[in-house]
């Protein structure tokens, strides 16, 4: 059981970026993201969230607004423009270091399609430009606690219980 648990937790990705999505009324939502630097090897200074292209397949059509930063931190957007040229947020100039988190990280957008808003694809660049990490959002759960770690957690609960439950078998089985 320790093997299979040391194996899950090796799993996990260096950067990962979780995300709430709110609606703010008609058409109007936001995301919020929490960036954690789970084993990048170095801190995050600049990272970009993307948004789909202006004809993509789930009919997205969208603009993006203003947002919010941690202090020390700077939003750009770059609004969709064409097929194939989403948008994107870039959120740079502050620094999480490795085994950190920091949330505080918002994007506005006006929104009419007709696709299912969540996870987006993100980047993680070091100063240079150079891409070092890249992946998917992931969804809060409650309290603010990824989807993926609520199931993992579970899927341990469940695992010892077996474990615990296979231990005590014989010395029942020995009292009848």
Request: net charge negative; glycine share 16%; charged share 10%.
């Amino acid at each position: 059981m320790l093997v299979l648990v040391g194996s899950l937790v090796s799993a996990k990705a260096a950067t990962s970026i979780a995300y709430d999505l709110t609606s703010l009324g008609g058409n109007q939502w936001q995301y919020s993201y929490t960036a954690d630097n789970n084993t990048l090897g170095v801190p995050i200074t600049d990272f970009l969230v993307y948004f789909p292209d202006v004809v993509s397949p789930d009919n997205f059509s969208y603009a993006l607004l203003g947002g919010t930063t941690p202090a020390g931190w700077t939003l750009s957007k770059i609004q969709p423009s064409a097929v194939n040229l989403g948008g994107y947020a870039e959120f740079s100039g502050g620094s999480i270091p490795v085994g950190s988190s920091v949330g505080g990280f918002t994007v506005g957008f006006s929104y009419t399609g007709s696709g299912t808003l969540g996870s987006q694809h993100f980047e993680v660049y070091d100063p240079n430009f150079n891409l070092l990490d890249s992946g998917q959002t992931t969804p809060k759960g409650p309290h603010g606690v990824p989807e993926g770690g609520t199931t993992l957690v579970y899927a341990l609960l469940a695992g010892l219980s077996l474990l615990g439950v296979g231990r005590l078998q014989p010395v029942w089985a020995g009292r009848r």
